[in-house]
């Protein structure tokens, strides 16, 4: 925009003098602010003025300047800061779905460990029972040498690992009562069941 005197209206393709831009953001022209007692014509402020060329400070000239590609530039930029953040916040997003995701996968793979160890722990305890039993019982039926009379050996071996199963499976049932607080309980008791079963 034409930048014109404030008080005498004079533009500034015609002013014979020298137009003036004020810190109180007035234009006066030279003849105005001599008239004033150098003082904003204006306003009657006494403030600094800054002579309007072309060579003034850049934030006098952008107030003269059209602002509409100034806006659109800032438009540009508010946009591109938008859809930068937005990226940004899409991978931060994506992140945090993974680590849940593996977070879960861990929890359900540490269930399952303990699971498993659980099992394999009554595997090695019923066996080292099973061999107890066999000790045992082989020494009880010894006495008695009628008791065992026609038995042969492996009808006898056959015997005291029914015997070992049957005591793992009674274990397994009172570990397996609705008392059982272990987290494990439920899934052990199955497991122990077909185990037995076999
Ligand atoms: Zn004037
Ligand atoms: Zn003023």
């Excluded at 602010?33 to 600094?48: F, H, Q, T, V």
């Excluded at 099973?130 to 006495?143: C, D, L, P």
Aim: hydrophobic share 25%; charged share 25%; glycine share 4%.
């Amino acid at each position: 925009m034409d930048p014109f005197c404030n008080t005498c209206f004079t533009n500034i393709n015609d002013a014979s003098c020298d137009l003036y831009c004020t810190q109180c953001h007035h234009v006066v022209c030279k003849n105005c602010i001599l008239r004033n007692n150098e003082r904003c014509s204006a306003c009657n402020g006494k403030c600094r003025m800054v002579k309007i060329t072309k060579d003034m400070p850049e934030n006098v000239q952008r107030y003269f300047r059209d602002p509409v590609p100034e806006l659109e530039t800032l438009q540009n930029v508010v946009s591109f800061q938008e859809q930068q953040r937005n990226i940004a916040i899409g991978h931060h997003k994506q992140l945090l779905e993974d680590y849940h995701k593996l977070t879960a996968e861990v929890r359900e793979q540490k269930k399952e460990y303990d699971r498993l160890r659980k099992v394999v722990l009554e595997i090695k305890r019923q066996k080292k029972g099973g061999r107890g039993n066999h000790g045992s019982s082989s020494s009880e039926f010894s006495t008695p040498k009628s008791s065992i009379s026609g038995m042969t050996s492996s009808q006898f071996t056959d015997n005291s690992n029914n015997i070992a199963k049957k005591v793992a499976m009674d274990e397994s049932f009172w570990r397996s009562t609705p008392s059982s607080t272990s987290s494990g309980g439920k899934a052990l008791s199955q497991k122990m069941s077909r185990l037995n079963l076999q």
